[in-house]
């Protein structure tokens, strides 16, 4: 069965330092991986998405993820953080065979001025 | 973008009664919706899953004479939580999937917020 973890259920940030959210899954097949963000009382945006080709992806708001088939990775960053990126941030992946997505846990994160 | 619109934001029910909920893709055509239920500071649950057409597929351990699905055309999809309870009391996100368009993307809805007292 598909799986999704992402380590660390709270990341704290200062302003301008660099994030990184952190996301692993377990597939037998390389699955199609994305990053969503949600604001409280608000549904999931997407953030970015890897399905085939470049490994390296860049999304709104300045993130970029990498897909990693070697580590089974696909870790979220952004330069900078800024204050308005503190929300919720869920990682999830889909087999296309199965037609569902998995989504992680969540991370929540904290910006300090 | 593809959009997604639910309806209502917020909703308090008594006990006992029954509350709809709309999901509309306002400018896509989704083969796929889905409904997830999230609890506070927790991660989506996956409810059902809906085609257009067809009966709803549930998750394990959710009682479909209790979240009626239906799916009647490519744009809506309606939840219908029956005989509420306030143990139902939760935030529902629909989501859908386009019919062409990026692969397996979801868009989101808004959310409902939903009180049972």
Redesign the interface.
Known sequence: AQSVTQLGSHVSVSEGALVLLRCNYSSSVPP?L?W?VQYP??????LL?Y?TGATLVKGINGFEAEFKKSETSFHLTKPSAHMSDAAEY?CAA?N?NA???T????T?LTVKP | GAV?S?HPSRVICKSGTSVKIECRSLDFQAT?M?WYRQFP????M?MA?SNEGSKATYEQGVEKDKFLINHASLTLSTLTVTSAHPEDSS?Y?C?ARALAG??????????T?LTVT
């Open positions: 199609y994305f969503y009382n608000q549904g999931p945006q997407l998405k399905t869920f889909i296309t037609g569902k997505s989504f992680g846990d969540g929540t | 997604v639910q796929t889905f500071k927790q991660s989506l996956l899953t935030f996100i989501s990026g692969p397996y993307e979801q868009y989101f809805g808004p959310g917020r």
